[in-house]
């Protein structure tokens, strides 16, 4: 992927109700963005949008699917007492403008092998997108576990079924409504998983279902290589503790020297090695961008263009963009004497 200039302003071409809580939103790209707004199934884009004066950044996946459907498409379901998700549920309109970056992220179908999915709510989003990919364009067989509250809940229900009606062979889907049935349990995935242990497993929903979903097939054997998880809740936020300001004489002379750009501002500090470099730039009055700060999605990138660092955790950079300098700030350490980064605006 090419970056140049990660946010662009989209215009909104039609938003269309899922259920009574979940909207899916379809942008119109021009001509001149093609490239940049190319994406891969099961990645995600970063809006940022403005409520009541205050700015917010959310990440939303594309629940279409590239070489599928025309047009990119979000989908958001709305979260209690989340600003942003009921703004987007209620008052965002067709020719409204968003902030929009492009496509990341690296919840990616492995190629070359049958595609078992488990998805609980709006789980579904990036999940759907791979599933449609993996039907069209491939002869590989997909099976989906999809948990929903009620029947009302369930987003893409009309979706599903008419993909089952076309792929009869190929795809199944199973429902699970935690009114009738209780939430997933491990005899939940022992029945659906019968003896097929084949294949790459792909899971997405809140965290405990993951958690259920992850340990139980842990449990039958399957290993780390072939399951693939996307997070869209964010674990509790680690703030380091800022350094005292009577500390600025003690920095060892020999720590790396970090050099931070954003926008037209460039500042050069010493870097502590307990602090990742979002941290640094905070400490150092630095407004950088983040949302989740535990590496699921690509708010914090930033591009190294001089020394070396290292990431804790990367579940959104792709191979090529990690080679090409991009690194999540929120888990990026300087391991080189000097490092110089740069976020874009």
Known sequence: MTHGGRFHALTVSRIVPETADAVSIVFDIPGDLADRYAYRSGQFVTLRVVVDGVPHLRSYSMSSAPGVDAELQVTVKRVADGPVSSWLNDRLRPGDQLEVSVPAGAFLAAE???VVAFAAGSGITPILSIVKSTLHETQRSVRLLYANQDRDSVIFAAVLDQLVAQFPDRLTVQHHRDDESG???????????ASDHEGHFYICGPSGFMDVVKAGLERTGVGPARIHLERFAAAPLQVATPPPASAADDIDEAAPCLTITLGSETKTVKQRETLTILESARWNGIPAPSSCETGHCATCMAQVIEG?????VNDVLTDDEVDAGWVLTCQARCVSPVVRVV???
Do not use: C, I, P, R
Request: without cysteine.
């Open 308 to 312: 070396e660092v290292s990431m804790s």
């Open 183 to 193: 939430f997933v349990d491990d005899v939940t995935l022992a029945t659906f998983l």
């Open 112 to 114: 070359g092998h049958d």
């Open 343 to 345: 976020y874009e605006t």
